[in-house]
């Protein structure tokens, strides 16, 4: 199928200013400045409103002791902790919080220390003080030994985004993932081929009386109510990303033999959770190994999916089922939109934006955080990677939504604004003051896309996209239109 010249000019045009469609907020106005949504879908714009309002919230003040922050932990104490933060951050930083996380992600690397065997503060207060709800001394204190793969790959997803080398660069980032890579690992006995052999308890001082935190300084796992772990389906798959994660920082500072040394320790940890942690008869992955040496399920397994570590599609199909049956916690539930939209369950993606907005928990921090990038990375498939100077977006409807506008999402050094005026047409406006590659994704395999072949893909789970790569000049508006 060709298009004629001046329909590819019409396609190209900016959407606001076609024909029947003024229903559209005029994306492309530079008077607009405000991150927001607009869309048909009405509840849609209500969740996210109250989730961008909350989020700000908690927002901390510049001149506290521990520099730029926001609440990232139980409501009201004032603090923020690894695992929180690494969840929330990509959410913050759309919400305009990117000197927060780099503030915060840069406290949590700087306190790395042998004295507490390579962990860092689990949780930090504004007064720039680990959190004395978890911390007593260096050797008496609450620590969950993902944190620091989360922390790690958090960082990453953060370069990717914004483009901020500290992230990668900044020497206290470099020691703190080299400590963690290394010594952390050899120090908790969590290598690949020794973790299952590892105790519950590590590293604990004997000679402390009644220490307030026995046996928690070192949790194998982020479930913190089953007691006797040893180690769990939850660290090794935090533990895979992080390794992996770093392996890519490495290459991007031009270290690829290091970079495939530690993309090979990762995958010793895919290996060892996909060949021994699954379940053939409930068709299930272990969640736990005890002290008693028995596996055992339990949880939701929202860890393996979330940190990519699940190999085989009907495996991730599986999850995804026992994801939407079990019941769960507020905080888990916080991750399940932007994961049910990311392997195309945009039905319960959406559905899980609604349940998140309803709880009753629904001031947790980290709800509003989940939600924003729910909607903008999810239903809107906004991704960033500035390796390749792209930005990705992919509407993903249900029945509810039949189009939506986000303007003004900080990405890179500057901002964009979009418009999906459906499943198969969408607006890209750069509000940057660089060139970007935007690519243009749809759902489907289509022939064509604004008048050129479109390129084909698959993800994980064998679903077909087509997309198109477009150079967009700072300033420029842009669309593309998919066509069968």
Known sequence: MKLSYLSLILVLSCACGQPGQEKYPDIADAARTSFCVASDDTTLVKIFDWAVSNSNRYVGEDS????????????NRQAFCMRDVSHQCIGEELNGHGRQNANMMGKFVENISESKDYCTYWEIDRNNLPASADYVSDQDFWYNLNANFDVMNACYRLYLWTGNKVYINDPRFEEFFRLSANEYIDRWQLQADKIMERPGVMHEDDARVDPKFKTFRGLPSYEESVRGLTVTGDLI???????????????????????RHYESKAEEYARLYNAGWWNEETQNYYAYKLENENLKEGGCNVFPLWFGIVDKPERINRLLTILSEKETNVESMSYYPKIFYKYGRQDMG????????????????????????????????????????????????????HWVSIENIPVFSGKISILHQSAGSSTFVNKSGKELIWRAMFPGNVAMISGMDAKHTNDELGNPFSYLDIVCKPGETKTAEAYK
Do not use: M
């Open 237 to 259: 798959a935090t533990i895979y990303r992080g390794l992996k994660s770093y392996a890519q920082i490495q290459r991007l500072g031009g270290n690829e033999e290091a970079a």
């Open 350 to 401: 959406y559905h899980y934006l609604k349940e998140l907005y309803a709880n009753e928990r629904r001031d947790y921090p980290e709800v509003a955080s989940g939600v924003i990038e729910g909607i903008v990375c999810g239903l809107a498939g906004v991704d960033a990677d500035v390796t390749a100077n792209r930005i990705t977006t992919l509407p993903r409807f249900t029945d509810a939504t």
């Open 64 to 75: 506290d002791p521990v520099g730029p922050w926001y609440e990232a932990a139980l409501p």
